[in-house]
T-cell receptor, first 114, second 111 residues
Framework: ETGVTQTPRHLVMGMTNKKSLKCEQHLGHNAMYWYKQSAKKPLELMFVYNFKEQTENNSVPSRFSPECPNSSHLFLHLHTLQPEDSALYLC?????????????FGEGSRLTVL | QKEVEQNSGPLSVPEGAIASLNCTYSDRGSQSFFWYRQYSGKSPELIMFIYSNGDKEDGRFTAQLNKASQYVSLLIRDSQPSDSATYLCAVSGAGSYQLTFGKGTKLSVIP
């Protein structure tokens, strides 16, 4: 199994749909993250979990709902999204809360909201 | 609002030349500095990190940090076409999980 895997890789949904993005890490890390990457914008941190506990929520709209059942799995539940939410959603993991800054990213889930 | 600024490019250099990528940051309390490389259609990967003022070398890559000027750079010597990618500068504060990323500089190495 590769380090951080994300599914689905591509997702198209209407504004009234409910869908979920899934992330799994096989690296034994204890911190997991959701980032949003939009064209011509910096990577935006959305949520951070450390040992399954949410430690950061960067003013993300409630239509995005994270879930972290254990240190290896992370979900992002999506509902009533807007077209401007179309982006690449990247999951990442890291070893600890130290400042090593080494994030291991998954390949991303490309989301299109119609 | 913490900000990290990068020239979006594209920066074009001939094969074998030195590519110089620059980054400035707004938070004077920033402590750790990172360069990630992102190939088109792929996810970012860490290539360098630096914590102290001065230079840090790793193979063909050199990271340079000047905290007084709030400036960090990445030099790529003997640039190769395989170095063509977007380079993301990222900065974090003490004890923080949060990396603030720049928009990235697109580098194109011309054979």
């Amino acid at each position: 199994e590769t380090g951080v895997t994300q599914t689905p890789r591509h997702l198209v949904m209407g504004m009234t749909n409910k869908k979920s993005l899934k992330c799994e890490q096989h690296l034994g890390h204890n911190a997991m993250y959701w980032y949003k990457q939009s064209a011509k914008k910096p990577l935006e941190l959305m949520f951070v979990y450390n040992f399954k506990e949410q430690t950061e929520n960067n003013s993300v709209p409630s239509r995005f709902s994270p879930e972290c059942p254990n240190s290896s799995h992370l979900f992002l539940h999506l509902h009533t999204l807007q077209p401007e939410d179309s982006a690449l959603y990247l999951c990442a993991s890291s070893q600890d809360r130290g400042n090593t800054g080494e994030l291991f990213f998954g390949e991303g889930s490309r989301l299109t909201v119609l | 609002q913490k900000e990290v600024e990068q020239n979006s490019g594209p920066l074009s250099v001939p094969e074998g030349a030195i590519a110089s990528l620059n980054c400035t940051y707004s938070d004077r309390g920033s402590q750790s500095f990172f360069w990630y490389r992102q190939y088109s259609g792929k996810s970012p990967e860490l290539i360098m990190f630096i914590y102290s003022n001065g230079d840090k070398e790793d193979g063909r890559f050199t990271a340079q940090l000047n905290k007084a000027s709030q400036y960090v750079s990445l030099l790529i010597r003997d640039s190769q076409p395989s170095d063509s990618a977007t380079y993301l500068c990222a900065v974090s504060g003490a004890g923080s999980y949060q990396l603030t990323f720049g928009k990235g500089t697109k580098l194109s190495v011309i054979p």
